[in-house]
């Protein structure tokens, strides 16, 4: 139960930060050799039916303006989630079993935290409002690379945000609006999953991590929002240095 919370709290912040929160739940379990439901794809989508919650309440009053007032901007939502669906629908058993690998998110930490401070020279302050379907689908197709571990979906999505134009705080909240259909997708695809096997499952567990993500997500929200408007994205690009390193040393060690 103690990992479940603490893997709900770090999926809570990991979402929204640059810095791949499914990485994160595959080093815990790695780093302390934590066994069993805790260190498995279904438990990961689990833990982001929290952050999914802490989506829609964080955002519920853009969805309604975008259904009501902005529908062109929301096409292109809807249009820019097809190629993550896609991915995620095509490729989830290769995730769940083949590159949940520590040297695979040590090597694509430091690739796209390069991309991200590349995406720092690149933006010119459009609005959210500016964007146009090319755009919107540039960044769509950025998500769905975020399927392998180690990419970060909020880090790859806000980076090419900044490649197409947009100012920072635009640009990520056109990313957690973005991520909004994708991981609805998955948390239904997984959930259905476990009903149908629900002998398997302890809810309890599964209900402790969702909430304690639910709420760190909240915070994280908010945050990455405020940080934005004042600061680039490099604190986190060289978190995700530091991180890599740390990673290559400990397989070393192991090795």
């Not at 815990?28 to 802490?54: K, R």
């Not at 989630?81 to 690998?101: C, K, Y």
């Not at 640009?171 to 398997?200: C, D, M, N, Q, W």
Request: glycine fraction near 8%; charged fraction near 15%.
């Amino acid at each position: 139960m103690l990992e479940a919370v603490i893997l709900g709290i770090v999926q809570g912040l990991t979402e929204f930060l640059p810095v791949s929160s499914t990485a994160h739940l595959i080093l815990l379990p790695w780093f302390f050799n934590w066994n069993g439901a805790v260190d498995s794809l279904t438990f990961d989508i689990a833990l982001h039916g929290g952050t999914l919650c802490a989506l829609l309440l964080s955002f519920w009053k853009d969805w309604v303006e975008l259904i009501v007032r902005k529908r062109k901007l929301f096409a292109f939502i809807l249009a820019a989630s097809v190629p993550g669906g896609v991915a995620g629908f095509l490729l989830n058993d290769i995730v769940e079993s083949a590159i949940r690998s520590p040297v695979i998110i040590s090597v694509m930490l430091i690739i796209v935290g390069l991309v991200m401070l590349l995406s720092e020279k690149a933006y010119k302050y459009k609005s959210m409002e500016t964007m146009t379907f090319g755009n919107a689908l540039f960044i769509g197709v950025a998500q769905a690379v975020a399927i392998i571990p180690g990419v970060s979906r909020s880090g790859i999505t806000i980076a090419a945000g900044l490649f197409a134009g947009m100012e920072r705080e635009a640009s990520a909240r056109f990313s957690f609006l973005l991520s909004t259909p994708i991981i609805a997708g998955a948390v239904l695809l997984h959930a259905a999953k476990v009903v149908r096997g629900a002998e398997y499952y302890d809810f309890s567990l599964y209900a402790s991590g969702l909430v304690a993500s639910f709420f760190t997500g909240l915070i994280a929200i908010h945050f990455m929002l405020r940080f934005l408007r004042k600061y680039p994205l490099n604190l986190f690009v060289f978190y995700r240095f530091a991180l890599a390193v740390v990673i290559i040393a400990r397989v070393w060690l192991r090795a």
